[in-house]
């Protein structure tokens, strides 16, 4: 009876797992929630309309960065599949998807928030 007991509270421990967020591969600096780029915090990305895709630079800097911070990368980070480094105005390496650099919004307070998703008709979520 105990070996049954233990049986069914292992499977209902793993099922209720199964409502959690899958981890990010290891080589991928996001992975994707409800059809949009989340970093590995959990919480949504965006992109900015001002931003030149494919430039390679961030246009969001000064104020701009204390409310949308970037997706920082790595100093060793290398571009891998849709994936590239831009270098921002304060040195900071960060990462770009599909050559549209990636911020998160500060006024998201925990994953799933989408809150930036229109903001300044300017911002808006990052899909793959």
């Known amino acids: 009876m105990k070996l049954f007991s233990a049986s069914l509270l292992a499977a209902a421990l793993l ?41 390679g630079k961030s246009a969001c800097n000064g104020p701009c960065i204390a409310n949308w911070p970037a997706l920082d990368a790595p100093e060793a980070a290398k571009p891998m599949g849709d994936y590239s480094v831009v270098m921002r105005d304060d040195g900071k390496k960060q990462w770009a998807y599909k050559g549209a650099p990636l911020y998160y919004w500060a006024k998201d307070s925990k994953a799933g928030d989408r809150t930036g998703d229109g903001v300044g008709g300017v911002w808006k979520l990052a899909r793959p």
């Open 15 to 55: 099922a209720g797992c199964g409502g959690m967020a899958p981890k990010m591969a290891a080589d991928t600096p996001t992975r994707t929630a409800d059809g949009v780029l989340v970093g590995p915090n959990g919480m949504s990305l965006y992109t900015f309309g001002r931003d030149a895709v494919g430039s």
